[in-house]
C-alpha cells in the first residue's frame, strides 16, 4: 500500500477519533483528550494513537481509552470509507511534555529566545 494512502487513511482517522473521543461515557477520561498522532501499519490491521491530556492523569486517561477502544473502533467503521477498520492501540504522547521540560530548561538558563527589552 502507498505511504500516501496510509497517511490518508492515518489523518482520516486522527480527525474522526476527535469526534468521538468526546462522546465515550469512561469517567477516567476527561474531556479534553488530544490526538497528537496515529500510525497506521501497511496492512491497515492496528493503529497506533497518540494523544495527550491537558488537565487529568495521563495514566487512568489510557486506562479508560483501552477499555473503550472497542467501541471506539465500531463508531469509527461507521465514519470511514475502508474494507478494515485497524484495532486501535492507544498510547501517551510523551512528546509534549518532554517539549515543556525543555522549553523550562531553556528559561532557566535565559535561552529562551526573548529578548530582554528592559532599555526601550
Known amino acids: 500500500m502507498s505511504a500516501y494512502r496510509i497517511d490518508k487513511v492515518n489523518e482520516e482517522i486522527k480527525k474522526e477519533l476527535s469526534l468521538i473521543i468526546p462522546r465515550l461515557k469512561d469517567p477516567r477520561i476527561p474531556e479534553f483528550v488530544t490526538i497528537t498522532e496515529v500510525k497506521t501499519t501497511p496492512d491497515l490491521k492496528t493503529a497506533k494513537v497518540y494523544f495527550t491530556v491537558m488537565d487529568g492523569d495521563e495514566q487512568q486517561s489510557l486506562e479508560g481509552l483501552r477499555s ?10 461507521k465514519s ?20 515543556m521540560f525543555i522549553d523550562r530548561k531553556l528559561k532557566e538558563l535565559g535561552l529562551d529566545g526573548q529578548e530582554d527589552n528592559a532599555d526601550e
Not at 68 to 77: E, I, P, T, V, Y
Not at 90 to 99: L, R, T
Open 68 to 77: 473503550s477502544a472497542g467501541f471506539a473502533r465500531g463508531l469509527l467503521s
Open 80 to 99: 470511514l470509507k475502508i474494507r478494515y477498520t485497524p484495532e486501535l492501540i492507544f498510547e501517551i504522547d510523551g512528546s509534549v511534555k518532554y517539549g
